[in-house]
């Protein structure tokens, strides 16, 4: 398949024009299809739109039924109003949006998946709910052929080791990919706020004045010279707010250049961990930038760090953490760390990593909440266990726990990764701050969420 850059600008200003249309009512501009032979050929194409380069909507059609012109036209419209990942486009996001154009090869079946070479191939799962992937899916978040393949088999509504049980019916196709020039100067890769509003208020004013009122009653009477890193749990602030800020309280007479966060994955697995590979996290009280000196150091020459969206996408429990940061630092920027696998090997990666990384103007966050939808008295039990390990400085014995199961944490993994970079630069100072339950805000003790915040500190 060849098109030229002629045809490649009229299917651009036709998608365009036809979102546009959405507001305005004007119909795209109807181009001569005997001049133009490609637009009247009947292929499969997707149209995806981003801003600030997160993906905001793609719908496409894998085989062209109509000429292409009209395949582009309609896949706009629908992956800006109908993609069921996102809220229909409104019309001051319409100058914001990013047009991207994949048109799409003949499908080929395979017989091994080592005829999939990543970076050229798309996939099409021919089976189960049915699923497609465009090529640049796994240059863009960085897979190779295995994580590619797990992609596919999630998209179709499998587990993601269904591909090592059997060959799957798999195609492969390629696509020709353009996209709209950037406008002015390069736009910064942003991480939305996604759980403002929910998790906590999305309205800057409201959002000081409760983090602050947290702040207010949740004073410890304890104070440390150096602190390496805290935890702190990651629940709606009405319910763990006040425990969290017991932890961040003990930072506001510091001064840290970056933090690392290291969070959990709620939303999606993934094994290895992600460093969000944009520019900036954003919130309410505005954007933080990531720190890419440091981000470079952690992820350079490593099997399991890579730069990502992986977990990033809609995941909580890093997000409401930069608020409290905000609140008591000034000037610094961050690393944000999502663990799509928590297990041993991972854990003692991204420990002896941050070590190496590691100063003085460098504060770790481990993000965490403790048991949950147990009674108050047990969730109590459980809790306490994770409490006497972080007591003891016993990272070893906790991870050991967690997989016993006699204790529960969401964020084990980073709890323990925070611990043992400590150790491995001689700080072994570690207390709890605060525990509570969510019964605590809602007196229903029947079925309740542990949080717990502690302090990792050097003697």
Known sequence: MKITSEEKDILLKAARQSIGSLFDGKEPEQPDYHKYLLLNEKLGAFVTLTINHQLR???????GREPLFNTIC????????NDPRFSALKKPELEKIHIEISILSEFVPIKSYD??????????LDEGGGGLLLPQVATEHKMNREQFLSA???KSGFYS????????????????????EEKGKEIMKIRHQQVAGYFYPAEKDKLQRDISLMLQ?????????????????????IYSGKTAAYVYNLLKDKSYKTVIIISPSHAEYFPGISIYDG????????IVEIDQIMTDELVKNSKTIFRGIQGHRKEHALEVQIPFLQSVLKDFKIVPIVMGDQSRMFVDELAKRISKVVSDETLVVASSDMSHFYSSEEADRLDSVVEKRIDNFDFENLLKDLDNHQCEACGGGSIAAMMKAASLKSITGSLVINRSDSGDITGDKSEVVGYLSAVIYQD
């Open 217 to 237: 009653v949740a004073k410890s009477e304890k104070s440390f010279k150096k602190i390496f890193g805290i935890v702190s749990p990651h629940a709606g602030y």
């Open 161 to 180: 080791d269904f591909w090592k049980e059997r060959m799957l019916k798999l195609k492969v196709f390629t696509a020709e990919i353009f996209e709209e």
């Open 279 to 286: 520019d900036a996290y954003e919130t309410p009280f505005g």
């Open 74 to 81: 309609s896949a706009a419209i629908h992956a800006a109003v």
């Open 57 to 63: 909507g793609c719908i496409g059609y894998i085989i």
């Open 115 to 124: 005829e999939i070479i990543i970076g050229k191939h798309g996939l099409y």
């Open 152 to 154: 596919i088999c999630n």
